[in-house]
């Protein structure tokens, strides 16, 4: 009896300080739910599953595009409140639109607003690359972001200097 109770209290005192040995810190706490906000609707849908959707989709809701005599056309209208070259800065030695201010495609999305504040979301705005389709890809960021009213320049800057299109070397 005294070696069974002699064993028992070794087992619970092996026991405690097993446990007293454990861990010492605390369960970290659980983070709140992720609770999603409503996401703005977008202005327009730019993403279609099938061809059929393609088709099927209101085509005066896409970005518009022009080619570059149509667009030097509405420059002369005074259509545009502004031109934006997203070529990158190292393209623009060849030359640019008169008035156009570079926002690099990569970056349009996040510089519109600091570099045209006063530019409303329903303002006509011509966008415009080397050859179309960064100038295309732009004019659908700024849809996706609620611009209502944006022109690309399909041929780009090429066609426009190709027809001998008005340009300027000056600095942006």
Known sequence: ???????????????????ACGPTHQAAP?????????????????????IDEYKAYPKEQAPKTDRADEAKALIEQGKFKAII?????????????????NIPRGLVEFKIG????????????????KEGPRGALSAAALAMIGYTDVTNIAGGYLEWA??????????I
């Open 114 to 129: 600091a570099t045209l504040p006063d530019l409303p979301k329903d303002a006509p705005i011509l966008v415009y690359c």
């Open 30 to 50: 659980q983070p709140a739910p992720v609770v999603a906000a409503a996401a703005p609707a977008a202005p327009a849908k730019l993403v279609f599953n099938t």
């Open 85 to 101: 070259d997203v070529r990158e800065p190292g393209e623009l030695a060849d030359g640019h639109l008169p008035g156009a201010v």
């Open 1 to 19: 009896m005294k070696k069974t109770f002699m064993f028992i209290a070794l087992a619970t005192l092996l026991g405690l300080s097993l446990m």
């Open 162 to 171: 190709e027809k001998g299109l008005p340009s300027t070397k000056d600095p």
